[in-house]
């Protein structure tokens, strides 16, 4: 994969992965080394569990150097992952 490339992008609906989730099964699916990797979201990802896991442990686990997040979520049971993913080390860009 080239420097500055796309490495997946997904979203089935609500009740199944959530975007985040989907995107890093895709890149792991597809030998995709995640570490150091940005990952651009459009909606702050989940740090609860529910339905599906935390979305935040995911990207920590991947080894996301960056998240750049588009909107905050306006979920308060939701809410909370930029923090999360901050106190985990990694850089958060929002708006």
Do not use: Y
């Amino acid at each position: 994969w080239e420097e500055h490339s796309l490495l997946a992008q997904a979203h089935a609906g609500a009740g199944t992965a959530h975007a985040e989730a989907a995107s890093l099964d895709f890149a792991q699916a597809n030998g995709v080394d995640t570490r150091g990797a940005t990952m651009v979201v459009t909606l702050e990802p989940c740090s609860h569990t529910g339905r599906t896991g935390p979305c935040t442990q995911r990207i920590i686990d991947a080894g996301i150097a960056h998240t750049v997040i588009a909107t905050a979520d306006p979920n308060p049971a939701a809410r909370g992952g930029a923090d999360v993913l901050r106190a985990a080390g990694i850089a958060v860009t929002t708006g």
